[in-house]
Nanobody, 123 residues
Framework: QVQLVESGGGLVQAGDSLRLSCAASGRTTVNFGMGWFRQAPGKERHFVAAISWNASTYYADSVKGRFTISRDNAKKTTYLQMNSLKPEDTAVYYC?????????????????WGQGTQVTVSS
């Protein structure tokens, strides 16, 4: 089994920064992809960013230039650095893992999910 544990959420003001972390444990494939998604109240879960085993990245247009995804393979940890936060970034952020090396941007492509961490951006 694979477990994902997120940390780093909180309440910030518009323009501030936050860094989310997601640590994976358990049995994974050698090459696995990771991603971040977010879900606002009453809305569907949406893609934010993804990173492949070899550090190729892909971002949603809404966060491009403001968010940066990275990973530490030795620690099986992925990070999401969020700068210039906006109120519309407010959501529960989930990290996800897929047993494939390629990038994935759909919820259905990920088989393992963290419990989520709340990010609230006040105006």
């Amino acid at each position: 089994q694979v477990q994902l544990v997120e940390s780093g959420g909180g309440l910030v003001q518009a323009g501030d920064s936050l860094r989310l972390s997601c640590a994976a444990s358990g049995r994974t494939t050698v090459n696995f992809g990771m991603g971040w998604f977010r879900q606002a109240p009453g809305k569907e879960r949406h893609f934010v960013a993804a990173i492949s085993w070899n550090a190729s990245t892909y971002y949603a247009d809404s966060v491009k230039g403001r968010f940066t995804i990275s990973r530490d393979n030795a620690k099986k940890t992925t990070y999401l650095q969020m700068n210039s936060l906006k109120p519309e970034d407010t959501a529960v952020y989930y990290c996800a893992l897929r047993m494939a090396s390629r990038l994935g941007a759909r919820v259905s492509e990920y088989g393992y999910w963290g419990q989520g961490t709340q990010v609230t951006v006040s105006s």
